[in-house]
């Protein structure tokens, strides 16, 4: 059975650090791996969707890189800002569905 | 695109009574999920359907819940009865099936508290 595991489980970092988060799956037969982002409140939004032949994908200050033989994906934020907080979550898909992880919880301050 | 549609966005009812949460899927969307969440158990799929058909429901958590789609782009998930521990967010989402390219479009979620 997959399981994802994201840790640290929280972060608090002042604005501007370049910061980095991860998630492990235990499976490493995957169709791909997504980040999502969940504002207080809210639904959760895609990031970044890694296919499982690719190695990264990038979208502004976002990196996300994906080694499938360890069973890693690691989020990358550049210059983050206080805008960037939110709860951040990977999932891993299967055939159909996808399965996520517990999230991280950031906090950027000024 | 009005992006995935929930309602009602919040609901609080009591315990024995019946819920019903509601979802409207993006339109051209042909697979779509229902998930729980909750602090101590994390976001939890309960049951998806491909092309109106239920795939798996094996995350329901008991005969209380059951869902369905009565047309492709409309979807339902019951509770009956309700109870307290049934209190989470419940979120939907869609996508194309099929297509391991696309990600899954979430709607803003139902928030049910069960008094």
């Known amino acids: 059975k997959q399981e994802v595991t994201q840790i640290p489980a929280a972060l608090s970092v002042p604005e501007g650090e370049n910061l980095v988060l991860n998630c492990s799956f235990t499976?490493?037969?995957?169709?791909?791996l997504q980040w999502f982002r969940q504002d207080p409140g809210k639904g959760l939004t895609s990031l970044l969707l890694?296919?499982?032949?690719?190695r990264e994908q990038t979208s502004g200050r976002l990196n996300a890189s994906l080694d499938k033989s360890s069973g890693r994906s690691t989020l990358y934020i550049a210059a983050s800002q206080p805008g960037d907080s939110a709860t951040y979550l990977c999932?891993?898909?299967?055939?159909?569905?996808?399965?996520f992880g517990t999230g991280t919880r950031l906090q950027v301050f000024p | 695109d009005a992006g995935v549609i929930q309602s009602p966005r919040h609901e609080v009812t009591e315990m024995g009574q019946e819920v019903t949460l509601r979802c409207k899927l993006i339109?051209?969307?042909?697979?779509l999920f229902w998930y729980r969440q909750t602090m101590m158990r994390g976001l939890e799929l309960l049951i998806y359907?491909?092309?109106?058909?239920?795939?798996?429901d094996s995350g329901m958590p008991e005969d209380r819940f059951s869902a369905k789609m009565p047309n492709a782009s409309f979807s339902t998930l019951k509770i009956q009865p309700s109870e307290p521990r049934d209190s989470a967010v419940y979120f939907c989402?869609?996508?194309?099936?099929?297509?391991?390219?696309?990600?899954?479009?979430f709607g803003p979620g139902t928030r049910l508290t069960v008094l």
């Open positions: 989402a869609s996508t194309y099936f099929g297509r391991v390219e696309d990600t899954q479009y």
């Open positions: 499976d490493s037969a995957i169709y791909n």
């Open positions: 890694i296919q499982s032949s690719q």
């Open positions: 999932a891993v898909a299967d055939a159909d569905k996808l399965i």
């Open positions: 339109s051209g969307h042909n697979s």
């Open positions: 359907f491909n092309n109106n058909v239920p795939i798996d």
